[in-house]
């Protein structure tokens, strides 16, 4: 996959020590990655990275909202996202990103590309079953909801109960009540 400039990092020149570093991640972010379930984004990513002499310590912070569809109505709703990662940079014979949270560079490395880290991070802070507020409380107008409400069983209160069940279990009601 083809690396975006903006999210690689030249920590060769850093100084030792904590450097910040803030990403505005919108709609085109997730459009280079093709990745079509969110209608737009507007998550802000708060990047610390803690320089040591024979690795990094990468801190990512995201907090913001994801445009995406209710589960339950279609309807779009903006879901919040909040979440933070630490990751540890490595340097090692040759590249290996197979654990979660420690990522090995080549020795000779001179910049670190954190957009899959943000990019998953984003992805995986949105619930799985997404459900729109307006479901929860009540509030949501919607015509899936009134097509729902219209078609589901009519339950008449004005019926007796004995008439709802099945007329062959009287004969096992009289069983129950010829012991006592």
């Not at 975006?4 to 999210?7: N, S, W």
């Not at 990092?9 to 020149?13: A, N, Q, W």
């Given at each position: 996959?083809k690396e975006?400039?903006?999210?690689t990092?030249?920590?060769?020149?850093l100084k030792?020590?904590?450097?910040?570093f803030e990403?505005k991640?919108?709609k085109t972010?997730?459009?280079?990655f093709?990745?079509q379930?969110?209608?737009?984004?507007?998550?802000?990513?708060q990047?610390?990275?803690?320089?040591k002499?024979t690795?990094?310590e990468?801190?990512?912070d995201?907090a913001?909202?994801?445009?995406?569809?209710?589960?339950?109505?279609?309807?779009?709703?903006n879901?919040?996202?909040?979440s933070?990662?630490?990751l540890?940079?490595k340097?090692g014979?040759?590249?290996?990103?197979?654990e979660?949270d420690?990522?090995?560079?080549?020795?000779g490395?001179?910049e670190?590309?954190?957009?899959q880290?943000?990019?998953?991070?984003?992805?995986?802070?949105?619930?799985?079953k997404?459900?729109h507020?307006?479901v929860?409380d009540g509030?949501?107008?919607?015509?899936?909801l009134?097509k729902l409400?219209?078609?589901?069983?009519k339950?008449?209160?004005?019926?007796?109960?004995?008439?709802?069940?099945?007329?062959?279990?009287?004969t096992?009601?009289?069983?129950l009540t010829?012991?006592?």
């Open positions: 996959m975006l400039k903006t999210f990092i030249p920590f060769v020149g030792e020590g904590k450097h910040q990403y991640i919108d972010f997730f459009d280079f093709d990745y379930d969110f209608n737009d984004a507007s998550v802000e990513v990047l610390e990275l803690n320089k002499t690795l990094l990468l801190n990512f995201i913001g909202y994801v445009n995406v569809h209710c589960d339950l109505t279609n309807e779009p709703y879901q919040d996202v909040q933070n990662f630490d540890v940079v340097f014979e040759e590249f290996n990103d197979e979660i420690l990522l090995v560079l080549p020795h490395s001179y670190v590309n954190v957009q880290y943000i990019y998953e991070l984003i992805v995986l802070a949105v619930p799985s997404r459900i507020p307006g929860k509030t949501l107008g919607s015509e899936i009134d409400e219209e078609l589901s069983p339950t008449d209160k004005t019926k007796d109960s004995d008439s709802e069940t099945d007329p062959r279990w009287n096992l009601k009289k069983l010829d012991k006592q």
